[in-house]
């Protein structure tokens, strides 16, 4: 795992292509976000005041899509945390390895779109806060994405 920060997260805009009929954004692997997409899941019907997440990856990249409704992702290295919401089908959150990940504030009927890098590997999982701290002090590279 290569230690990250909080700033390699960032809001990516997919391409927004309109007309009389309605809307499309295309996402394409290496393209519009800067991985391959190995799995997808979505996440719905997360009841009110409940959040998903609370873990980190070694590995493993997402992006993350409010393709309705809007929520938070926070995300943080240990040392600071960000807050980004999100609640347009067209911009989604590009999370990094190494980096705790929360997602709450759902609203009524939203959907979070989830693509990411590899399939899932429970090895992968970083599930204690605490854990992700010690084992980044052990990395000194800085990741950047893209």
Same mark, same amino acid.
């Not at 909080?6 to 394409?28: A, F, P, Q, R």
């Not at 493993?60 to 995300?75: E, H, N």
């Not at 190494?98 to 989830?114: A, Q, T, Y």
């Given at each position: 795992?290569?230690?990250?920060?909080? $700033?390699?997260? *960032?809001?990516?805009?997919? !391409?927004?292509?309109?007309?009389?009929?309605? @809307?499309?954004?295309?996402?394409?692997?290496?393209?519009?976000?800067?991985? *391959?997409?190995?799995?997808?899941? $979505?996440?719905? =019907?997360?009841?009110?005041?409940? *959040? #998903?997440?609370?873990?980190?990856?070694?590995?493993?990249?997402?992006? +993350?899509?409010? +393709?309705?409704?809007?929520? !938070?992702?926070?995300? &943080? !290295?240990?040392?600071? #945390?960000?807050?980004?919401?999100?609640? #347009?089908?067209?911009?989604?959150?590009?999370? +990094?390895?190494?980096?705790? #990940?929360?997602? =709450?504030?759902?609203?009524?009927? *939203?959907?979070?779109?989830?693509?990411?890098?590899?399939?899932?590997?429970?090895?992968?999982?970083?599930? =204690? $806060?605490?854990?992700?701290?010690?084992?980044? @002090? &052990?990395?000194?590279?800085? $990741?950047?994405?893209?």
């Amino acid at each position: 795992m290569k230690k990250t920060s909080i $700033y390699d997260c *960032s809001m990516l805009e997919i !391409d927004k292509h309109h007309n009389e009929k309605g @809307n499309i954004s295309v996402i394409e692997n290496d393209r519009t976000i800067p991985f *391959s997409i190995e799995r997808v899941y $979505y996440l719905y =019907d997360v009841p009110g005041g409940e *959040s #998903r997440g609370g873990h980190a990856h070694k590995k493993l990249q997402q992006f +993350v899509v409010a +393709v309705s409704g809007s929520f !938070d992702v926070t995300v &943080d !290295d240990g040392e600071s #945390r960000r807050t980004f919401t999100v609640n #347009r089908p067209y911009r989604g959150v590009l999370v +990094v390895p190494g980096i705790w #990940r929360e997602l =709450d504030n759902f609203s009524s009927g *939203s959907v979070c779109l989830v693509l990411a890098s590899t399939e899932y590997l429970e090895d992968d999982y970083i599930r =204690d $806060y605490n854990s992700l701290k010690n084992i980044r @002090n &052990d990395f000194l590279p800085i $990741y950047r994405a893209g």
